[in-house]
Nanobody, 118 residues
Framework: QVQVLESGGGLVQAGGSLRLSCAAS????????MTWYRQAPGKQRELVAR???????DYADSVKGRFTISRNNAENTAYLQMNSLKPEDTAVYYC????????????WGQGTQVTISS
């Protein structure tokens, strides 16, 4: 069994920072891409940032220059450093990890709430 667990969400004022963590555990041979998504009330889930196993990154235009994704392969963990936060960043943030455990499967966490006050 594989688990993906997000942490680090909370309530901050606009202009502030938060650091989200995504930890994968269980039967893991390797992890390919790790991706952060977010879903605001009444909106579709959207990709925020992705990092491959080799460290290549990709960001949504709305967060470029403000968010940084990173990972620690030895600890099966990814991070999302979020700076200069805006009220429109308010959403539930989800981590997706493409994990190889004999077969590859996209594993989702339960999400962590990020609320930015104006």
């Amino acid at each position: 069994q594989v688990q993906v667990l997000e942490s680090g969400g909370g309530l901050v004022q606009a202009g502030g920072s938060l650091r989200l963590s995504c930890a994968a555990s269980g039967r893991i041979f390797s992890i390919n891409a790790m991706t952060w998504y977010r879903q605001a009330p009444g909106k579709q889930r959207e990709l925020v940032a992705r990092i491959t196993s080799s460290g290549s990154t990709d960001y949504a235009d709305s967060v470029k220059g403000r968010f940084t994704i990173s990972r620690n392969n030895a600890e099966n963990t990814a991070y999302l450093q979020m700076n200069s936060l805006k009220p429109e960043d308010t959403a539930v943030y989800y981590c997706n990890a493409n994990i190889y455990s004999g077969v590859s499967y996209n594993n989702w966490g339960q999400g962590t709430q990020v609320t930015i006050s104006s």
